[in-house]
C-alpha cells in the first residue's frame, strides 16, 4: 500500500484516518525561536539548543498516558521535527490522564487530537501525525531519519512494539521505553546492540502479531491474552510495586493483575504519567546530550544511561532510584 501523505499547516475537520499528515513549521522565525526556549539556557548552553533546533528528530509513538505528555515536553525543548503516531482513539477513561483526552475529544483519534494540542503549544515544530499507529506500512516512515524513538506504545499491542524495534534496530536508531506503574516507573534503553524486544518479551514478531490481532478483535483464548499479559509484565515491569500492608484485604497488586487479565484495561493514576513522562524526557535529554551533540561548550558529569537488559528503576513512594538487571 503507498503511503498517502499529505503536507499541510493544519489537520482538516474531519481529518482523513489513512493519512499522513505532516504539519509544517508555520512560524519558523528563529528570534521567536529563542525567545521561547530562553529558560532552557544554563542547563544547557546556547551552542546545545542550536543543534538540538537543527538536528534533533524525535518520534514518540503511542499519544496515551505518557506519550502525548512526553511529545508535548519535546516540542517545548525546541526539536527539529516530532512524529506522533497512535491507531487508537479516546474513550472515558483515558480522561484520567492522558494529555489530549477531555470530554470532547473522546472518539476521537489519540494521534489527530494530540498533534492539534501540540500545534496550540507552538507551531513552529514540524509534526508527522500517523493515525494508523505503527504497522507494516508505517514502520519505516516513522522511524528513518529520527534520532530517538520513544516506545510508549499500548500495552496488548505487542506486534507493533517488536515492529517498531526490529525497524529501529534495522535504521540504528535507538528506543527509550518507559512505564508507569503505581508510583513508580522502569525506563529501557534499546540500541541495535542490545538485547532486543523480542528477547525481553519472549516473542517473535510473527507470534506477536497473532496475538495482537487476536486480543484487539477480541477472538484470543483466556491463555493467549494470559501469555501476552505475563511476557510483558516480566519483561518490562520487572518490579511490581505494592504499597499495603500485607494483611491488608484488598492488595494493589493482586487487584491490578485480576483487572487487566479480566477486564483488559491496567489502573493507572492521574497523578503518575506526568512524573514518568519527565523522568523519560529528562533521560531523552541526556542521551542527547551525550550522544547527539557534538563541540559542546561544557562536560557534564552525568553517567550514562545502561542500555538493556539494564534498567532505571524508580519509586516515587520510596525514593529509591538504581539500577537493576543484567
Known amino acids: ?22 504539519l509544517r513549521s508555520k512560524n519558523p522565525d528563529l528570534d521567536y525561536y529563542n525567545r521561547r526556549t530562553d529558560r532552557n539556557i544554563g542547563w544547557m548552553t546556547q551552542k546545545e539548543q ?43 477513561s483515558n480522561i484520567n490522564r492522558q494529555a489530549g483526552a477531555g470530554r470532547y475529544t473522546t472518539g476521537k483519534s489519540k494521534a489527530i487530537e494530540t498533534a492539534r494540542m501540540m500545534r496550540k503549544i507552538s507551531d513552529d515544530v514540524p509534526i508527522a501525525v500517523i493515525p494508523q499507529g505503527i504497522c507494516k506500512e508505517t514502520a519505516d516512515y516513522f522511524v528513518e531519519g529520527c534520532s530517538l524513538i520513544a516506545d510508549e506504545i499500548e500495552f496488548w499491542a505487542v506486534g507493533a512494539r517488536i515492529l517498531l524495534h526490529q525497524t529501529a534496530r534495522r535504521y540504528g536508531v535507538p528506543v527509550f521505553n518507559c512505564n508507569t506503574v503505581g508510583l513508580s516507573t522502569h525506563l529501557f534503553l534499546f540500541t541495535p546492540t542490545s538485547q532486543t524486544m ?54 494493589n497488586r493482586e487487584f491490578t493483575l485480576r483487572r487487566l487479565l479480566n477486564e483488559g484495561r491496567a489502573s493507572i493514576l492521574p497523578t503518575n504519567p506526568h512524573m514518568c513522562s519527565g523522568f523519560l524526557a529528562n533521560h531523552m535529554l541526556i542521551y542527547i546530550w551525550q550522544n547527539l551533540v557534538s563541540d559542546s561548550d561544557i562536560t557534564r558529569i552525568i553517567p550514562r544511561i545502561p542500555a538493556t537488559p539494564k534498567y532505571l528503576f524508580f519509586d516515587s513512594a520510596h525514593i529509591e532510584p538504581m539500577i537493576r538487571g543484567g
Not at 506519550?67 to 503516531?85: C, D, M, P, W
Request: proline share 6%; aromatic share 4%.
Open 1 to 22: 500500500m503507498e503511503l498517502k501523505i499529505i503536507p499541510c499547516d493544519d489537520i482538516p475537520d474531519p481529518p482523513d484516518l489513512s493519512a499522513i499528515y505532516y
Open 50 to 92: 542550536d543543534q538540538i533546533h537543527r538536528n534533533v528528530k524525535v518520534g514518540i509513538s503511542g499519544c496515551g498516558g505518557m506519550g502525548g505528555l512526553t511529545g508535548s515536553i519535546h516540542i517545548r525543548l525546541g526539536v527539529a521535527e516530532l512524529r506522533i503516531a497512535d491507531p487508537e482513539r479516546f474513550d472515558d
Open 198 to 251: 523480542e528477547e525481553r518479551l519472549g516473542l517473535s514478531l510473527d507470534e506477536a502479531m497473532d496475538l495482537q490481532e487476536k486480543i484487539q478483535s477480541k477472538k484470543a483464548s483466556k491463555s493467549e491474552v494470559s501469555r501476552v499479559m505475563e511476557s510483558v509484565r516480566k519483561g518490562l515491569v520487572p518490579e511490581l510495586p505494592e504499597y499495603c500492608d500485607i494483611n491488608s484485604i484488598i492488595l
